[in-house]
Nanobody, 118 residues
Framework: QLQLVESGGGLVQPGGSLRLSCAASGSTLADYTIGWARQAPGKEREGVSCISRSDGSTHYADSLKDRFTISRDNAKNTVYLQMNDLRPEDTAVYYC???????????WGQGTQVTVSS
């Protein structure tokens, strides 16, 4: 059974950077398409980024593609989300998820909190 654990969240000042990690156990992450989503207080969960299992192609929410970068290290069974120029509106719980394609990600981690504040 695939299990996902996110890490790397925390408190950062506006303009700062964080790198989130999504580590997998119980299965090989390379067999899955991996996505990141976030949920801010009082808001619906929204998709952030996705990286394909087949060709490594990446996809981003239009508003984030210039600041966020998704990558995967199959040898470490880990997917990363590099977030730069963070803004207060990026404050949210960030989740990674896995599945066969970007719009079908049934396996979810517990999330990691990102807070952007001065």
């Amino acid at each position: 059974q695939l299990q996902l654990v996110e890490s790397g969240g925390g408190l950062v000042q506006p303009g700062g950077s964080l790198r989130l990690s999504c580590a997998a156990s119980g299965s090989t992450l390379a067999d899955y398409t991996i996505g990141w989503a976030r949920q801010a207080p009082g808001k619906e969960r929204e998709g952030v980024s996705c990286i394909s299992r087949s060709d490594g192609s990446t996809h981003y929410a239009d508003s984030l593609k210039d600041r966020f970068t998704i990558s995967r290290d199959n040898a470490k069974n880990t997917v990363y989300l590099q977030m730069n120029d963070l803004r207060p509106e990026d404050t949210a719980v960030y989740y990674c998820a896995a599945g066969p394609e970007c719009y079908n990600l049934p396996y979810w981690g517990q999330g990691t909190q990102v807070t952007v504040s001065s």
